[in-house]
């Protein structure tokens, strides 16, 4: 079966600062891999999806990731934190077996310091 | 409007009580989820359907039943609430596990 971890429960960035959350899974064959994003009091949004081809996935919000096998990770990135990009991200991973569920890591909340 | 509605969207019952959740999308979509969000576990699957005839146990089904009504609708049956199903629950729709699942809002949920 397949998992997800998100290593970081919280992070705490400065507005304009980078960001990179982390995200592992374990999956014997190419995954698809989502990240979501959840506002508070709201459901979760996609935030990009990678199934083949470029490693490197642009999503929403100038928010990209990159999917490296070597390492089995997924990361999510953004050059520069806005105040609005405080919430909860969720990474996933879905197979094509029988079920074809999506599998979430535990989430990381995002601060952002003004 | 929005695509995917859950009611109710917050609900306090006691121990013991039969409660149900709706989920009703308007997006066409065959396929439909049941999720559960607790604290720091991220969201695990209730159940699935993927089509009016074809439903399926998730993750962690146990205390849990669904019926769906009609392409479009999928209810969650706590027959006997507890406790520890206090929680966040999410209903979701897709047209496969390539394609994004659209959420809904949400139903909190305390069992006293």
């Known amino acids: 079966a397949q998992s997800v971890t998100q290593p970081d429960i919280h992070i705490t960035v400065s507005e304009g600062a980078s960001l990179e959350l982390r995200c592992n899974y374990s999956y014997g064959a190419t995954p698809y891999l989502f990240w979501y994003v959840q506002s508070p009091g709201q459901g979760l949004q996609l935030l990009l999806k990678?199934?083949?081809?470029?490693?490197l996935v642009q999503g929403i919000k100038g928010f990209e990731a990159e999917f490296k096998r070597s390492q089995s990770s997924f990361n999510l990135r953004k050059p520069s934190v806005h105040w609005s990009d405080a919430a909860e991200y969720f990474c996933?991973?879905?197979?094509?077996?029988?079920?074809?569920?999506?599998?979430f890591g535990g989430g990381t909340r995002l601060m952002v310091k003004p | 409007d929005a695509d995917v509605t859950q009611t109710p969207r917050n609900r306090i019952t006691k121990t013991g009580k039969r409660i149900m959740l709706e989920c009703s999308q308007t997006?066409?979509?065959?396929?439909m989820y049941w999720y559960r969000q607790d604290p720091g576990l991220g969201l695990r699957l209730i159940y699935y359907s993927f089509d009016v005839k074809d439903i399926n146990k998730g993750e962690i089904s146990d205390g849990y039943s669904v019926s769906r009504q009609a392409q479009a609708k999928f209810s969650l049956s706590l027959e006997s609430a507890i406790p520890n199903q206090t929680a966040l629950y999410f209903c979701?729709?897709?047209?496969?596990?390539?394609?994004?699942?659209?959420f809904g809002p949400g139903t909190r949920l305390l069992v006293l």
């Open positions: 990678y199934f083949s081809g470029d490693t």
């Open positions: 997006k066409g979509h065959d396929r």
């Open positions: 996933a991973v879905g197979t094509n077996n029988a079920g074809n569920m999506l599998t």
């Open positions: 979701a729709t897709s047209t496969s596990v390539t394609e994004t699942q659209y």
